[in-house]
């Protein structure tokens, strides 16, 4: 009996509306002009309420970032990922293409998948042993009619597939749509390939390589994903958080980046320098513009990817939510060829490069912290945001609020 009420009474936990978990007014005073919005209330950061909603709207009902298509790179190559308490296999098949699917046997509702591998024909669940192929069929049902009878004609395969989750993969960045009912992916990306159409063109997306050994690094943060997003947007903390990176591209050189439609915001620089030792340098992608040779972009790409270009390297800074006050943040990093990418001849600059990221990173923390900290103050009204200097997370902040209600 005990046992059923403390069951009855999640149920309900889970399913509060967003009234009933704060003042909805706290959400509608976001989406004023700058110069009068507060920001997102304490709610969104702290209550376990507001992340079980947040999940259904935000990271089900959006394009959300699961990974990165270079931590699967051969047929059979399979991991787990668990979006907020929905567990999720990432595969690639036979034919190269990368699919997400739905972590449970379609039996009895065993998790199928715990660690990452390399599968050699089959998805096999542990339980009884039922196996599906690499595009989440249903092929192998052992004694289903009977011992030693492994098919039953009143058992249809064909309805106990795998179900797949809506994914696209772009420039190695895997996105699910949870629920299915985002608008088309090509359609979401368009905005930010049309921004950075001056830099790469539609045939260069191909180009950029993961590195195998200065190519990824991951951080534990103390604090919700949202921190992690809003720092990204602006340049404001620069002195601050980042006094050398500020004596070499300080905020006067930086501009704001803001997506119409709302979809993304950041941070350009105009004074980006290529890492070189002697006359070694990366590659460079092939069609950007000159005269904007200096310039990198560094954008969030809502809810949680924030991507840096730069004409000799790229990154993916995605983040994996974990609890309202814990993060776990992935860095990948691309260089532009493979020679670029996993030669020898310069693998002390992406060395270098990787650690003066790292190091980027690390700084941020007691920002992101801290604010998670101060989140808990009851007299925190959301904040103010600077009218000029906080435009971009503003718009962050604005595109949460809008898909809450």
């Known amino acids: 009996m005990i046992l059923m009420i403390i069951f009855f009474v999640d149920q309900n936990y889970k399913n509060k509306s967003l009234a009933e978990i704060l003042d909805v007014k706290k959400i509608e005073a ?20 507001y992340l079980d909603f947040e999940r259904e709207r935000i990271f089900c009902d959006k ?9 699967i790179p051969n047929p059979g190559d399979a991991k787990p990922y668990n979006l907020l308490g929905i567990p999720l296999i990432l595969i690639r098949d036979r034919n190269m293409r990368i699919r997400v699917f739905h972590n449970v046997c ?21 339980y009884h042993f039922w196996s599906y192929d690499f595009e989440g069929n249903l092929v192998v049902t052992p004694h289903i009619g009977g011992l030693n009878k492994h098919q039953s004609e009143k058992f249809d395969k064909s309805k106990s597939n795998l179900k797949e989750v809506q994914s696209q993969t772009w420039m190695d960045i895997i996105f699910v749509n949870i629920n299915s009912n985002e608008i088309n992916f090509k359609e979401y990306i368009k905005p930010l390939e049309e921004r950075w159409s001056k830099f790469i063109k539609k045939e260069d997306q191909k180009l950029p390589v993961h590195s195998k050994d200065y190519g990824y690094f991951n951080l534990e943060v103390k604090c919700n994903w949202k921190f992690a997003i809003e720092n990204y947007c602006e340049s404001y903390h620069l002195p601050t ?10 905020i006067s050189d930086h501009y704001h980046i803001q997506g119409l439609p709302n979809r993304f915001a950041g941070q350009g620089s105009k004074k980006y320098e290529q890492l070189s030792k002697g006359n070694k340098k990366f590659d460079t992608f092939p069609n950007w513009e000159k005269g904007m040779f200096k310039n990198s972009e560094y954008i969030a790409l809502f809810p949680n990817v924030m991507i840096g270009l730069h004409i000799d390297h790229f990154y993916v800074f995605w983040l994996e939510p ?68 906080d435009q971009p997370t503003h718009q962050f902040h604005k595109w949460v609020a809008n898909n809450l209600t």
Not at 35 to 41: F, K, M, R, Y
Not at 63 to 69: D, F, M, P, R, S
Not at 241 to 250: D, F, G, Q, T, Y
Request: proline share 5%; charged share 25%.
């Open 322 to 389: 974990l609890a309202t006050n814990k993060t776990k943040e992935h860095m990948q990093m691309y260089y532009i060829g493979n020679s670029s990418a996993n030669g020898e001849e310069l693998k002390d600059l992406r060395k270098e490069n990787a650690r003066f990221w790292k190091d980027v990173m690390l700084e941020d923390i007691n920002a992101i912290e801290g604010m998670q900290e101060g989140r808990s103050s009851p007299v925190y009204n959301g904040g103010n945001f600077s009218p000029v200097m």
């Open 241 to 250: 958080i980042h006094p050398e990176l500020n004596k070499v591209s300080n």
């Open 30 to 49: 976001v989406d004023k002009p700058i110069d009068a919005a507060n920001g997102l209330p304490n709610e969104c950061y702290i209550s376990r309420d």
């Open 106 to 126: 379609s039996h009895r509702g065993f998790k199928l998948l715990d660690k990452p591998c390399t599968l050699k024909n089959v998805i096999r669940c542990p």
């Open 63 to 71: 394009w959300t970032v699961v990974g990165v298509g270079s931590s």
